[in-house]
C-alpha cells in the first residue's frame, strides 16, 4: 500500500522539474536522431544504414550480388540487411531512452508521453 505513495511522491518530483524534463527530453530526441545502426546479409553482399528516426541512410549492394541474378534473393538480402539494421537502431534507442530517463529520476517501469 505504501508503494503507491512513493511513486507518487516520485511524480511530484519529477514535476517540480518540468522545465528541466523538457530541455532533457529535447536534448535526447537529439541524440535519437543522430544514432545510426548498419545491417547486412549475405556474408556482406547487402549492406544497410539507418538513422534514430528510421530513416534508410545507405544501402550498399556488391557486384556479387548484382552478378548473381537471381532476384528473388538479392530481394531477401535486402529486406534482412535494413530489418537488422532498424533491430539494431532500436536497441540503441532503447539503451539511450533508458539513461535519460533514470537520469531525470523517472522509476523504472514509468513511462512519459512521447517517450516510450
Same mark, same amino acid.
Given at each position: 500500500?505504501?508503494?503507491?505513495?512513493?511513486?507518487?511522491?516520485?511524480?511530484?518530483?519529477?514535476?517540480?522539474?518540468?522545465?528541466?524534463?523538457?530541455?532533457?527530453?529535447?536534448?535526447?530526441?537529439?541524440?535519437?536522431?543522430?544514432?545510426?545502426?548498419?545491417?547486412?546479409?549475405?556474408?556482406?553482399?547487402? /549492406?544497410?544504414? %539507418? $538513422?534514430?528516426?528510421?530513416?534508410?541512410?545507405?544501402?550498399? =549492394?556488391?557486384?556479387?550480388?548484382? &552478378? !548473381?541474378?537471381?532476384?528473388?534473393?538479392?530481394?531477401?538480402?535486402? /529486406?534482412?540487411? %535494413? $530489418?537488422?539494421?532498424?533491430?539494431?537502431?532500436?536497441?540503441? =534507442?532503447?539503451?539511450?531512452?533508458? &539513461? !535519460?530517463?533514470?537520469?531525470?529520476?523517472?522509476?523504472?517501469?514509468?513511462?512519459?508521453?512521447?517517450?516510450?
Amino acid at each position: 500500500m505504501f508503494e503507491m505513495f512513493k511513486g507518487m511522491g516520485q511524480l511530484a518530483g519529477l514535476m517540480r522539474n518540468l522545465p528541466k524534463l523538457r530541455e532533457e527530453m529535447e536534448q535526447m530526441q537529439q541524440r535519437i536522431g543522430s544514432l545510426s545502426a548498419e545491417g547486412n546479409a549475405g556474408a556482406g553482399m547487402v /549492406k544497410a544504414k %539507418v $538513422n534514430g528516426k528510421f530513416e534508410l541512410l545507405a544501402l550498399t =549492394i556488391t557486384d556479387d550480388a548484382m &552478378k !548473381t541474378g537471381d532476384r528473388e534473393m538479392l530481394e531477401d538480402l535486402i /529486406k534482412s540487411a %535494413v $530489418n537488422q539494421a532498424i533491430s539494431k537502431v532500436r536497441e540503441e =534507442i532503447a539503451t539511450e531512452t533508458g &539513461k !535519460t530517463m533514470s537520469g531525470m529520476g523517472v522509476p523504472p517501469g514509468m513511462s512519459l508521453p512521447g517517450l516510450s
